[in-house]
């Protein structure tokens, strides 16, 4: 369409309805008297030309930015309050959406229509995982390198289908993988758990003889313990202990540790990662923990953990000292390269006479260290469920062919989650015979049938819609639809009963739902829907830098994701209403978080529930440190992108993106005063391009300017360059609909009175989650329903999910 700039708009607008077939709705005279003027070819605010907008409901090419115009214009929100021009009238707002809404509407059918007849959603690598071991109890790690592809996120949604494709490098990894599952459910090679335990000497030594002697010459009798301290990592697993281990020997392996700690008056306990070395100080950490035990009653610590095998793993201590912290390259520097061994507290003895001192005169520790007595390794172990999971998937040796092709068809209807005819697999019984006729057994011909089934689009993707074009789905297809939205894996033998009989509804689906919500397979909900809906993949993105922020570390960075996540399996298992989202008198933490947020040191170790005052400043999700720190850059708080987080995460709004070519803040300079970043931000958001989207999303970010880039509280933000004092935080403010706020508290309590905002944009994470797809205009009236279900029981957490998996929307298309 050509530039008429110098038409009038009333002139524009007939030119617009001769071009794109504009009729004389109602909503067309709104726009034309209170929109164009912003979003016209005079003036396009958010890059959004309305006259431009197809009216083709129908096809539906534009049908989301009119959904959202209404719900704006419907909420107040638009046009903005401060426009000098006159705003509409409740009667020419009623008018615009109730027209508006019948034209969305009336394309519905057509819409709905137009979509393909079969629907294909890939499982995500973490599905990927979880299917293969609840099916052949197998375990696999698709994150391993040459393992399955990353999956592509939406908005931290690693599970939508439309993002997650399926190139050729994709069905080369997908084959390896489904011979490495079927290697480890049916072994060539018998492999037989083995039991390695190493004394700290030992591991200091190499072997006991040669420890023995040590000790002899020392003239030591009792047991050492080898000393672990921050800055530097120590072998835990090496792979010579089980001989000479190959892949085959990859599985699940039990870890016993005897272990005390050594803390500092007034420190911190020391915390113990085991993994893989990522250099001279830190490990990518397989498995962490507190050290509680002290010196004097060494605790067994006792761990399950899947390894590839062959491996090697190393200890290392991660510790944050007060205000003495010490950088690994310190502790190296006090502590040399000497491995040290003791005895006992009462008996302590070093084996260097030369050591530095590492204990006060009062025999206090100075720096938080690990005392290791032994470990022990114990695997590969098959759990007597996953044997008997196992049993009968072998056809025996002896089976025919039709017996073969019904084992076959049994195990294709669990893998493909649906029912199968043997015509469908008739390719991988071809292959079946062909390798018996060539001379292999049974078992090996079997697999490679088998691996027909493990890498068919019937079981790597959720296929909707066959045999035939449809908009509800089977009782097959929502069995899965729920297995994977509640278990993030395929349906187990009680579903899929349910579902052959076709009675997977009412009150059988009542039963099914209290079932699946009591089951532990239920965690992995929470653990995969919490950490992808508020995007947990951003924490530690930009690593904080250690000058600036000395008391950041791998502990706090993974103690910081896991408060988010178990304070959601609180709220969940309590069934508390999502209100609790937003503020709270308590919080889950573990030693190391209660140390960075100023809290009581808890009891226990781990994560617990921990009681809040309104002078620690925290509750809810939006005070955590995970949340205010994944939207920093490392070296400071952004406000803008912390509004846009919230707006997202908790109103389910996605702001636009910002124009092209917006300058950056200029970096002070020794000379210029000091200035807040949210003084910056708001000289630089009078630019008339970006001042309408930063009225709403501002608010959200400058609200939360107490805390600084990594969530600690603050009174004063601390401006590196410039002259005088540094300034103080003015986190006050005022939302787009006129309320004002005077710190944090206070806007909490307006977000608490919006619950019902709250509690619907929480529905719409949660079906965009169980549906695997990106809501539209056409799912409003679902969601609507939904939310009012949800409403009756005060927007409690589990009543939410039950009324999603019960809605008409889980059983549509």
Known sequence: MPTHGHLSRALLLLLGGALVGHSAEPYEAFVEKHCLRCHGPE????????????????????????????????????????????????????????????????GRAERLSAR???????????????????????????????????????????????????????VDRYYRAADTVLERTFPTKTVEARKVRMTAAEMHYGDMKTAQAALDRFGITRPLRQLLFPGRVEPALRPQWFGKPGPEHSGLYRLRLKASGIRP????????????????????????????????????????????????????????????????????????????????????????????????????????????????????LVTPAEQARRQGLMPADDASAEAVAEQLR?????????????????????????????????????????????????????????????????????????SYFLWSSMPDDALFAAAKDGKLGGAVLGRQLDRMLKDPKAGRFVDDF????????????FPPDKKLYPNYDSWLETSMRGEVVEYFREMFAQNLSVDAFIDSDWTMANSRLCDFYGLPAPKNEGFQRISLKPADHRGGLLTMGAVLGLSSDGTRHRPIHRGVWLSEAIFGKTPPPPPANVPAIEPPTPQSPKASLRDKLTAHSTNPNCAACHAKIDPLGFAWDNYDAIGQWRT??????????????????????????????????????????????????????????????????????????????????????????????????
């Open 116 to 170: 393909p007849p079969v629907t294909h959603y890939r499982l995500s690598r973490k599905e990927y995982q979880n299917t293969v071991y609840d099916l052949l109890a197998a375990r696999y790690n698709p994150a391993a390198p040459g393992a399955l592809n990353e999956d592509t996120l939406w908005h931290g949604f690693e599970r939508i289908g439309s993002s997650l494709s399926l190139s050729p490098s994709h």
């Open 43 to 106: 003036k396009e605010k958010g890059e959004l030309r309305i006259d431009r907008l197809s009216r083709d409901f129908k096809l539906g090419a534009d049908t989301h930015h009119w959904a959202e115009m209404m719900e704006q214009v419907n909420s107040g929100e638009m046009p903005p309050k401060k426009e000098k021009e006159p705003r509409p009238t409740q009667a020419e707002i009623a008018a615009f959406v109730t027209s508006l809404d019948a034209a969305l509407k009336s």
């Open 265 to 380: 008056p007034g420190g911190q306990p020391a915390h113990l990662s085991i993994g893989k070395s990522t250099g001279e100080e830190t490990v990518a950490s397989l498995i962490e923990f507190d050290i509680n035990a002290p010196e004097d009653s060494p605790k067994v610590y006792e761990f399950d953990v899947y390894l590839d095998m062959p491996a090697t793993l190393h200890f290392s201590v991660v510790a944050t000292q007060g205000v003495d912290r010490r950088s690994g390259a310190a502790f190296r520097n006090v502590l040399g390269s000497r491995t040290y061994l003791f005895t006992h507290s009462s008996e302590r003895q070093l084996l260097n006479a030369n050591a530095p001192q590492m204990f006060d005169d009062q025999g206090n520790g100075i720096f938080s260290t690990v005392l290791v007595d032994w470990i022990e390794w114990e695997g590969p």
């Open 530 to 541: 919490a950490r992808q809906w508020l995007q947990l993949h951003r924490v530690g993105m």
């Open 716 to 813: 004063v933000e601390k401006v590196p360059a410039g002259s005088g004092a540094d300034p103080a935080i003015v986190s006050a403010g005022e939302l787009p609909d006129g309320r004002a706020f005077k710190d944090p508290s206070g806007f909490k309590q307006l977000l608490l009175a919006d619950r019902d905002a709250v509690a619907k944009a929480f529905v719409e994470h949660l079906c965009t989650y169980a549906l695997r797809r990106m809501l539209t205009f056409d799912d409003k009236d679902d969601i609507e329903a939904i939310v009012a279900e949800a409403k009756k029981h005060d927007y409690r957490l589990q009543d939410i999910v039950r009324a999603v998996a019960t809605s008409e929307l889980m059983r549509k298309r």
């Open 410 to 482: 049994k195990f294709a209807e669990r893998a493909w989650r649906r029912p199968v005819r043997v015509e469908e697999l008739s390719e991988y019984l071809k292959a079946y015979a062909s390798e018996r006729a060539a001379g292999e057994k049974t078992s090996e011909a079997y697999r490679v049938a088998l691996q027909g089934v493990l890498t068919s689009r019937n079981f790597i993707y959720l296929v909707e819609g066959e045999p035939a074009k449809r908009d509800k789905l089977t009782d097959w297809e929502l069995a899965s639809r729920l």
